[in-house]
């Protein structure tokens, strides 16, 4: 029996985009978390907790389109047609983002509050943008004869809006958990506070998207709802409460890893309900990773080389990680 390359591929660019999600979103949520942190000494100590980090984050984005582009062509066509604006967006917020981080730690005591504010402008941009793009996905785009047939602005719906919104709270979430595990003292005290209403917010938003995409969408309240797959799928939404159940019970305790791990678990099952809703369409509604897969010849020779990558830039992540593990404190720092 042959390898099934399309679903190979599509597994992924799904682990991929998952660590996008979870690597890059604590440092977006520090962006986030900035105007709830009006002490220049706990700002510093925010952008030190990722300082050795943040650009690193950003391989998976690079590597989940590169993939996209490889293994499915019709769908990052179609995909990219229909969100350039969200994406450009999102784009024109990391670069942003990016510049005031490093011009913060060089710019004189006058120019500080400026690269605040673009640090802070440039993490709502682009993490705002990521959930627009990911509420036009869910819902679907408009494809005649291989090619978008939407308009300029279908990405724009409440639904999106929406999306958009929970994003920000779900980063920002990552956020608060990361900076409890990194940080000390009077800062982490504030973490954990902004920590449950945050949590309560995200869990508000996972109640709301799993009752309105079902409802918007009837082929996938079938799927989530017809018999036996509620019987299986009923363990999602269960783990989801235990979860957010843990959470801020670690948060109200003395823990410092466990709420950040308890949040990336959260996110993670956002993340399988979303692909249980979606499985097996790339491009929503109706094609799926076989339709919109490459030719075999070519998803196998890219196959190389990904297979030859990844474990790669597993191996330099997990020891960056390693390298810089411990709390980060006050007048501490990596410039």
Do not use: C
């Amino acid at each position: 029996m042959g390898i099934d390359l399309p679903l190979l591929w599509a597994v992924i660019i799904g682990f991929g985009l998952m660590m996008y999600v979870i690597m890059d979103g604590f440092d977006l949520g520090i962006g986030i978390l900035f105007p709830f942190v009006r002490d220049r000494e706990e700002r510093d100590v925010m952008i030190n907790s990722v300082a050795p980090v943040w650009d690193g984050n950003e391989t998976w984005l690079v590597l989940g389109g590169a993939a996209l582009l490889a293994a499915f062509p019709l769908a990052y066509a179609v995909i990219l047609s229909a969100l350039y604006l969200p994406l450009m967006l999102m784009l024109a917020g990391l670069i942003w983002r990016g510049v005031a981080f490093e011009f913060r730690f060089k710019a004189d005591e006058s120019h500080k509050p400026f690269w605040d504010k673009a640090f802070i402008w440039g993490s709502y941009i682009a993490t705002f943008s990521q959930g627009l793009a990911l509420g036009a996905f869910i819902n679907g785009f408009d494809v005649r004869d291989g090619a978008y047939a939407g308009g300029l602005f279908d990405w724009l719906s409440p639904f999106s809006l929406f999306t958009g919104i929970g994003m920000l709270v779900a980063y920002a979430l990552l956020g608060t958990t990361w900076l409890v595990m990194k940080t000390e003292g009077r800062l982490q005290r504030h973490m954990r506070q902004l920590g449950r209403p945050i949590t309560l917010a995200v869990l508000a938003t996972i109640v709301i998207l799993s009752l309105w995409t079902p409802f918007a969408h009837p082929d996938i309240a079938a799927r989530w709802f017809a018999l036996p797959n509620l019987f299986f799928f009923a363990p999602v939404p269960l783990l989801v409460v235990l979860a957010t159940w843990l959470l801020l019970k670690t948060l109200a305790s003395e823990t410092h890893a466990a709420p950040f791990i308890l949040s990336l678990a959260l996110l993670f099952l956002g993340y399988s309900g979303l692909a249980i809703s979606l499985w097996p369409n790339i491009i929503p509604p109706a094609i799926s990773i076989w339709e919109a897969a490459s030719p075999p010849q070519s998803l196998g020779f890219t196959l190389v080389g990904a297979l030859f990558i990844i474990p790669f830039i597993l191996a330099y992540t997990a020891w960056s990680y390693y390298v810089f593990r411990g709390k980060v404190k006050v007048g501490e720092g990596y410039h």
